[in-house]
């Protein structure tokens, strides 16, 4: 069993749909929890970064995490054309993180 | 500032050769870190350095990988003899290290093609 299971995709939304992207993970230790965004050709990029349950706001990004369901969502907000990209959830702190295999969205404009 | 650079973008080599893959972390970053995304399978962590010193390589698959940093700057991953199966993009990230080091900023990766 992978340790974060993750909907590969890919979604297509009209711009300013509301995109909900979910992964879920096994291992309890897991204590940090975190979003990066890869566009095509680059290398991911942190988005969010949030520690134990609860939810966290940036802009038009909220990351929430439910510990008691090992469950790990991103909602976008408003989503632009810019948002198409993939999306990869992941824990662990920067000495090792363990990634899902990503979602792929892509904003219609 | 610049950021994590790898060299080269892009390796097409043949089974059994070497390549060597080239990483500079941003400056003053003492963790660096390897990480690979094989065909159709999630980015997987190979290892990390403190410096010069390698804190984790659990993620090494076998002895055909070698990883060093010399003088705790730029690290460089070779592999030898390549073998179909390595074929990926393997990244490098680099963190700033102490206390509540959650980011690691990742480069744009080398994309190698084993033939």
């Known amino acids: 069993q992978k340790e974060v299971e993750q909907d590969p995709g890919p979604l297509s939304v009209p711009e300013g749909a509301i995109v909900s992207l979910n992964c879920t993970y096994s291992?309890?230790?897991?204590?940090?929890f975190m979003w990066y965004r890869q566009y095509s050709r680059k290398g991911p990029e942190l988005l969010m970064y949030t520690y134990s349950s609860g939810n966290k706001e940036d802009g038009r990004f909220t990351a929430q995490v439910d510990k008691s369901s090992k469950y790990i969502s991103l909602f976008i907000r408003d989503s632009q054309p810019s948002d198409s990209a993939t999306y990869l959830c992941g824990s662990g702190s920067a000495r090792q993180l363990t990634f899902g295999s990503g979602t792929q969205l892509t904003v219609l404009p | 500032e610049a950021g994590v650079t790898q060299f080269p973008s892009h390796s097409v080599i043949e089974k059994g050769q070497t390549v060597t893959l080239r990483c500079d972390p941003i400056?003053?970053?003492?963790?660096l870190y390897w990480y690979r995304r094989v065909m159709g399978k999630e980015i997987k962590f190979l290892l990390h350095f403190v410096k010069e010193s390698k804190q984790d390589e659990s993620g090494m698959p076998n002895n055909r990988f070698l990883a060093e940093r010399t003088g705790g700057t730029y690290s460089t991953l070779k592999v030898q003899p390549a073998e179909l199966e390595d074929s990926g993009v393997y990244f490098c990230a680099s963190s700033l290290g102490g206390q509540g080091d959650t980011e690691a900023f990742f480069g744009q990766g080398t994309r190698l093609t084993v033939v």
């Open positions: 400056s003053g970053h003492d963790n």
């Open positions: 291992n309890s230790a897991f204590q940090y």
